[in-house]
T-cell receptor, first 115, second 111 residues
Framework: GAGVSQSPRYKVTKRGQDVALRCDPISGHVSLYWYRQALGQGPEFLTYFNYEAQQDKSGLPNDRFSAERPEGSISTLTIQRTEQRDSAMYRC?????????????FGQGTRLTVV | GEDVEQSLFLSVREGDSSVINCTYT??????LYWYKQEPGAGLQLLTYIFSNMDMKQDQRLTVLLNKKDKHLSLRIADTQTGDSAIYFC???????????FGKGTRLSVIA
């Protein structure tokens, strides 16, 4: 596609529900990153993939958070048993070249509100 | 761990130059970036610089890097009201490792 696409743009969910956030990277991009951005803060790293392999998940805050990218393209970030503190903007980025400097292009983000 | 610091607010008059500053702690930072975030929009990459450079210019934007002091700045010449946004400094230490962001500097341009 023309850019990184995230869906839904907005998600309101009740505490305790599971949510799945989707990221469709730029076609052909090898690397895919998930970030979380709280109000008034910079994006904080959650996890990233090269192709379908999860390279680093050290930023996932706890085991309620998981991510997958089974075919090396679209990725899903899943939050189980959501809590109010999970409310934030979740941002996805993709990059084109593995091993060299790569520009990371960001999607519009999914704003998650847990009520 | 890695840390990136920015001042939170900057206010300038239209037509003046803006200078947004950033410091980072990771001495192995190889690539440094400036992103712009407008309300309701995603993060837009403005420019980036390799650590073996000390300056990069792109139209109204000038990036200065002092690697010894781990200090990065973004100068916007002839600042316009459309430049009002939050500007994030970010660094990474190799190819496609994750970016580490600062908290962002909110630039307000007064007409």
């Amino acid at each position: 596609g023309a850019g990184v696409s995230q869906s839904p743009r907005y998600k309101v969910t009740k505490r305790g529900q599971d949510v799945a956030l989707r990221c469709d990277p730029i076609s052909g991009h090898v690397s895919l990153y998930w970030y979380r951005q709280a109000l008034g803060q910079g994006p904080e790293f959650l996890t990233y993939f090269n192709y379908e392999a999860q390279q680093d998940k050290s930023g996932l805050p706890n085991d309620r958070f998981s991510a997958e990218r089974p075919e090396g393209s679209i990725s899903t970030l899943t939050i189980q048993r959501t809590e109010q503190r999970d409310s934030a903007m979740y941002r996805c980025a993709s990059g084109s070249i593995q091993g060299l400097n790569t520009e990371a292009f960001f999607g519009q983000g999914t704003r998650l509100t847990v009520v | 761990g890695e840390d990136v610091e920015q001042s939170l607010f900057l206010s300038v008059r239209e037509g003046d130059s803006s200078v947004i500053n950033c410091t980072y702690t990771d001495s192995s930072s190889t690539y440094l970036y400036w992103y712009k975030q407008e309300p309701g929009a995603g993060l837009q990459l403005l420019t980036y610089i390799f650590s073996n450079m000390d300056m990069k210019q792109d139209q109204r934007l000038t990036v200065l890097l002092n690697k010894k002091d781990k200090h990065l700045s973004l100068r916007i010449a002839d600042t316009q009201t459309g430049d009002s946004a939050i500007y994030f400094c970010a660094e990474r230490n190799s190819g496609n490792t994750p970016l580490v962001f600062g908290k962002g500097t909110r630039l307000s341009v007064i007409a």
